[in-house]
Structure formats: C-alpha cells, structure tokens
C-alpha cells in the first residue's frame, strides 16, 4: 500500500475578476505516488497548484474529478479516519499567535487525545529549540521559530504521514537548512514526509520529487535521475558587467538559453563545440574580466528545462 | 471532557488577550452606566409634594409627618378634592401626590390592607419613579414599625403615572438594554471569533484533526455565555441599585429566560460565521443584522404600536423583541411564567431553527 496515491486528480477555480467569472485550473490531472516512509517533494513556482493538492490530500478541499488516497483512505469517503492520523502544517503560519509556545503545543496535544509528555522523544530535537521561547506568544516569534513550533505541533500526536505545505518559505537561509535537517531525522522515524516548496534548490534534500508547474506534474523522480537525464551542453558564464553580459548572451544566436543562476550566467549554447567562438563574441562586444566554462547540469538547470519545454 | 476543557481555556485566553475584545467587555458596564446616568437624574430633594387625606387619622398623620421630615420631600399643599390634583400638576410646581383613602387607619386595622395611592408626573419619568420609590419606602418602613407579630398589616401603595401611562423611558430601557448587550456579546463575538479561526487558518488545522465541529461550535459558546450572564447580572444590579427599577417578579425566571436568549443569540452568531468569511463581514452582519433590528424594531426605542404595519410584522422575526418584552413582564410587571410562555415558545423556537441551520451550514471542509 503507499502512503499516498494521486490518480487524474483535477481541480479548478471559479474566480471573480471584474465582475466577470474565471475559471483557473489549479490542478490538471495530476497522477504519483508515494511510498511508505518516502521523503517526497513537490516543487513548483508560486501558484504551480501545490496548496491545492495539500489540502485536496488532507480532505479540507474536494477535487473536481479524480481519486485520491491516503494510506489506503479515500479522501472523501474516510476523511474522518485520514484526519486522525495524518500531521499537517498548511503553508500559511497558523497556530494561535496570542497562544504561547508552550499554550500551543499543549492545545494541539490535547484535541488529538494525547500527551506533549508522551511523544517527546519525537519532538524533542526540535523543542529544545523552542524551549527558551516558551512562555513568549507564538506571534511574536522569528519566521523560522514559528516554523518549528508549527512542525511541533504537527507531529505532536505521532502521525505516520506529514504533510508540510511550503514549510521554508519566508525563512532565512540558515533556519532552512535547519529546518530541512529536521525533516530528514523524522524520516529515520518512518514517518512519510509529503514537502512543497517553490525553492528549486531544495529538491535535492529528498528522495523523490515532482516537478509541478501550472498543475501539470512534469517529471516524478529521484533528483539524481533527473539532473543525469539533463541531455544539453552547458556553461557558466562571468564578466565585470552582469547587465551588459545578458544583453549580449541573449542577443547571440549561438545562445539558446541565458538565465542567472548565483554569480553566474547559466548558458545553453546551440553547439556545445562553439565555446571559444561565444567567447571571442564576448570579448569582442568588450566585455571585461570574462569567464566561460563548461559545467554539469544541477537540479535546477533541470528543473529550468523542464518548465521551459512545457511552457 | 479534558478536549473540551483545554479548548474553553484557549478561548477564554483569546477573550483576554485581545484588547478590542476586553475592550468591549471592559467597556460595556461602562456605557451601560453611562447610558444609565443619561436616563436617571440624580437624588432627588426637597420635591413639592401635595397630598389629599381624606381619612385625618393616627396612622395618616403619622405617614405624613414621616414624608415631611424626611429631606427629600417638601409638602406645599393640600389638597381637598379630585379636581384639585390636576390643577396642582397642572400649575407645575408638585410632582406627586399622595392620596390617603377615607377610614384609612380603620381598613388598616380591622381588614389588614390599606391603600395609598401615589400619583405622580411621568413626563418626568425618572424624578417620578425616584419619588414613588422614595415614598413607597418610608410607607413600608412605617408599616413595618407599626407592624404586630400577629397581625399582618398590609399598606399597599397604588403608583399612578400621570402624562405617561406606557412608562417610556428608564422602565423600558433596562429591557432594552439587555436584549441589546446580550446580542451584542453573545452574536457579534461570538461570530467573529469563528470566522477569525477561519482568517488566521487555524481552522484549517482543526478541520485535519479529530475534533468534530460540534466541539469547536461549544467551546466557543461556553465562554460567551458566562460573560453573558455576568453582564445580566451586572445589568440587573446596576438597574435595582443604580437607576431604582426594582426585579419585580422572579428573579430566577428572568435569569433563565436571560439564558435562553442568549443560547439564541449565540445560535445567531454561529449562523452569522458559517457565512462569512472575514471578521469584518462577521461584525457588518452582526451590526446591520443583529443590532439595528434590536435598536429599532424590538420596541426597545419606538412602540411598536405605532410602527407601519410591515414593520410590525417584521418585528416578530427579531427575536430580542420577545425578550424584551418577557423581561418587561417578568422584571417590570412582575407577571409569572404563564404570562410569557408564549413568547418564550416563539423564542425557543427561533433558537431551534438558528442552531439547526448552523450545524447543517458548519462546513467540514474549506468553501
Ligand atoms: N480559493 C481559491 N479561489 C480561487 N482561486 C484559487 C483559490 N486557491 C487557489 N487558487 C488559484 O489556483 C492556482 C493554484 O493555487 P495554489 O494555491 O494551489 O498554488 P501554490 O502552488 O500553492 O501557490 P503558492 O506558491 O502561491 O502558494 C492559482 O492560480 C491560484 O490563484
Ligand atoms: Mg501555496
């Protein structure tokens, strides 16, 4: 049995826009799956559809047409039962922010007919973190604590598939590294940890992963698998003046593709055999200080590639 | 049991944690007194009173020598006929007069029961519900002293107000006032604390959570219903002491039927938050549809009487219009059970209805 099965799940939108209706389609039939004890991600760009799908998995949202389950419950028929045992964090902050810490943990503890005390073990890497805090209210916690407070109480009652909606969004670089080494140990507990994100850079923190893009599912790998079935030379590109240097990439016909990707400039060239020509461009158009070098695909340049084949 | 325990806890944290909150509930016996104030002028002294005794008796003198040395009370005149105590208002100094029947110290000895009768100037209608209670006082204490162990005496004093036989004004106002606080607490915070669950998305967290709606709908209405009733109280308080409009009948009907609209208040509340989606749209509703109503169609402000007869009709919907006038009759009038039944029946049945709507419209899922 998986954890989860998702099968031609489509849902759609009726939105007002000037007085006239809308319909936007968040999810077009979508179909994965996810095994026992799997750490699988969903990553998309804003409005890709992944709130969608959380909440359609988590029985708060009814899909237009498909069939869904989790652990084996439908999740329309036996959403009283999938509700008992699942944890989920929804992508928007909310716990009580006039609750402190230590309010809000108790509370969720309680309506899920347990103990902070009986699953400490579980939390307990986490709570530390959160100890010193515990008396102040939620709401006046950083990003990243209320983050974990929210994962806190997610998992206070020991479910054995978690759901975390966008968990690292809006939280500073360091707290997300944290909060990923989190999710990784909670793996070890053999819990199913279902994760979204619009961050392309954290795919490779999970096992599996569907690439998600305006509620079309693009690929459901592991993100090695991916990032070798990247089949195009590519370069990383310099010089002492970024702006002019798009300019010029893109205004190449050589050049393919020419986006930003940290210090550089990720280029796929049409010829993966014409990079002193590009160069000699470059320096020709008297770009300064240049750089040019072949470098192998990452996720994202995958992931890049992907969203632009099916756009 | 302990689910719904640490919930009615959380909300009561809520409730005194947000400023606007204890704001309301701070601020409310505050302009209830200020309201008050507006409707009581304050002691009243040395009043022109004239008084007709017809009986020249021990008893009557002793009475009134009693009103005349009390401070608040000044006896102009006296009178000698009917014809005579409308000219004495009419000329506008007196404003009450105390009417002693013939053989009054005879019925009060041989038959047990006399009668005063106390007419005073209801334009006025706070100076003349402050000097009947005055004079009715110092009658009773009277009685009270001549009273023998034995022989139950009974003065009964008759209160007559002139100019303003529908008593508008601070006898209609303190069952105003409460239908209008109680809709106030009960619907409007109640409503909004619901649909701020649903703002904030915590009830998003409920819902993936085995707590049943049912639940979430209790626990918020046990708080509200407390402070609810600590605010009747306050309001009932406030009025025997404060503005002299004494619980003239049972004062544990009154409470209960206090709590049955308040259960319909609430019920409204919760119908109010299954549609809406914004705590701003909870509290428009709640003010459009909940206090207008109350302020203006409950009879609270304008007689109804006298309103067109589609608002007449209208009225019978507003549900605060039924307590208003099962307090006016129980607090006021002191009339029994069986005077507001029916109305107690439409109200019960009101709630009936808002509860069942609300149940089948609390949504186990988002939209
Ligand atoms: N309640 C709603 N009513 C109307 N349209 C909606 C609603 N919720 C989502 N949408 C639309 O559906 C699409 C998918 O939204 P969804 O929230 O599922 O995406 P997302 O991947 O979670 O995006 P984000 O990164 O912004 O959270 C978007 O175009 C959004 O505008
Ligand atoms: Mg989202």
Same mark, same amino acid.
């Given at each position: 049995m998986n954890a989860v099965s998702v099968e031609h799940i489509t849902k759609t939108y009726l939105q007002k826009e000037q007085k006239k209706e809308k319909k936007v389609t968040a999810l077009d039939d979508v179909s994965f799956t996810v095994d026992k004890g799997e750490l699988f991600g969903i990553i998309g760009p804003d409005g890709a559809g992944k709130t969608s799908l959380f909440r359609i998995l988590t029985t708060v949202l009814l899909a237009d047409s498909g069939k869904a389950s989790v652990e084996g419950l439908d999740v329309v028929k036996d959403y009283r039962k999938i509700r008992d045992r699942v944890g989920y964090m929804p992508?928007?902050?909310?716990?009580?922010?006039?609750?402190t810490v230590e309010e809000n943990l108790n509370f969720f503890a309680t309506i899920f007919n347990t103990t902070v005390k009986k699953n400490y073990e579980l939390i307990k890497d986490i709570y530390v973190q959160l100890e010193p805090f515990k008396k102040r209210r939620a709401g006046a916690l950083s990003g990243g604590m209320k983050q974990k407070l929210a994962l806190c109480c997610a998992l206070i009652h020991k479910p054995s598939i978690l759901f975390l909606d966008e968990p690292t969004t809006g939280v500073d670089p360091v707290s997300r590294r944290d909060f990923w080494d989190m999710i990784k140990k909670l793996k070890e507990q053999d819990i199913a940890i279902l994760v979204s994100t619009a961050y392309m850079d954290e795919a490779n923190m999970c096992e599996k992963i569907a690439l998600i893009q305006k509620g079309n599912i693009l690929t459901v790998s592991s993100p090695e698998k991916i990032t070798s079935e990247f089949d195009q030379p590519l370069l990383a590109v310099r010089s002492d003046d970024m702006y002019q240097l798009l300019y010029d990439l893109r205004a190449n016909k050589a050049v393919k593709e020419a986006y930003p990707f940290g210090a550089y400039y990720h280029v796929i060239p049409e010829?993966?055999?014409k990079t002193k020509e590009l160069e000699a461009y470059l320096q020709q158009k008297g770009q300064k200080d240049l750089e040019v070098k072949p470098i192998k695909a990452n996720i994202e340049d995958s992931f890049i590639a992907l969203m632009k084949k099916n756009d | 049991m302990k689910r719904l325990l640490s919930f009615v806890i959380k909300e009561f944290h809520h409730i005194f944690r947000d400023r606007r909150t204890m704001l309301i509930l701070l601020g409310m016996p505050i302009v209830q007194i200020i309201l008050f104030g507006f409707a009581v002028t304050n002691e009243v002294n040395n009043a022109s009173i004239a008084i007709w005794d017809q009986s020249k008796d021990e008893a009557t003198t002793q009475i009134i020598q009693r009103i005349s040395s009390s401070k608040y009370f000044d006896i102009e005149q006296s009178l000698h006929s009917k014809e005579g105590i409308e000219g004495a208002f009419k000329k506008g100094k007196v404003k009450m007069v105390i009417v002693f029947p013939q053989r009054f110290r005879e019925s009060l000895l041989h038959e047990h029961n006399a009668e005063v009768q106390l007419i005073a100037d209801a334009s006025d209608l706070n100076t003349a519900s402050t000097l009947t209670n005055y004079a009715s006082s110092i009658i009773m204490r009277y009685q009270a002293d001549i009273l023998d162990a034995d022989i139950p005496y009974q003065v009964k004093t008759n209160i007559k107000m002139l100019y303003n036989p529908n008593l508008e004004s601070a006898y209609n106002f303190v069952p105003g006032v409460m239908g209008l606080i109680l809709m106030l607490i009960s619907a409007m915070m109640t409503s909004v604390s619901i649909v701020r669950e649903k703002e904030m998305g915590t009830m998003e967290v409920l819902l993936v959570s085995p707590v049943k709606a049912y639940m979430v709908i209790i626990s918020k209405v046990i708080p509200y219903l407390v402070l609810s009733l600590v605010n009747i109280i306050s309001i009932i308080l406030l009025s025997v002491?404060?503005? =002299? +409009?004494? +619980?003239?009948?049972n004062l544990v009907l009154l409470i209960g039927e206090s709590i049955l609209f308040i259960i319909t208040s609430l019920s409204l509340g919760i119908t109010i938050s299954t549609v809406t989606k914004s705590q701003q749209a909870a509290m428009l509703i709640s003010m459009m549809g909940l206090m207008l109503p109350t302020i203006l169609l409950s009879g609270f402000i304008f007689p109804i009487e006298n309103m067109p007869v589609v608002l007449q009709v209208i009225s019978n919907i507003v549900p605060a219009k039924w307590y208003i006038d099962i307090v006016r009759m129980v607090?006021?009038?002191?009339? =029994?059970f069986g005077a507001v039944m029916k109305d107690t029946i439409i109200l019960t049945g009101i709630t009936m209805l808002f509860i069942i709507i609300s149940l089948l419209r609390f949504k186990t899922r988002l939209e």
């Open positions: 992508g928007k902050f909310s716990l009580y922010q006039d609750l010829d993966a055999n | 002491y404060a503005l =002299g +409009v004494p +619980v003239t009948g607090m006021i009038k002191g009339l =029994g």
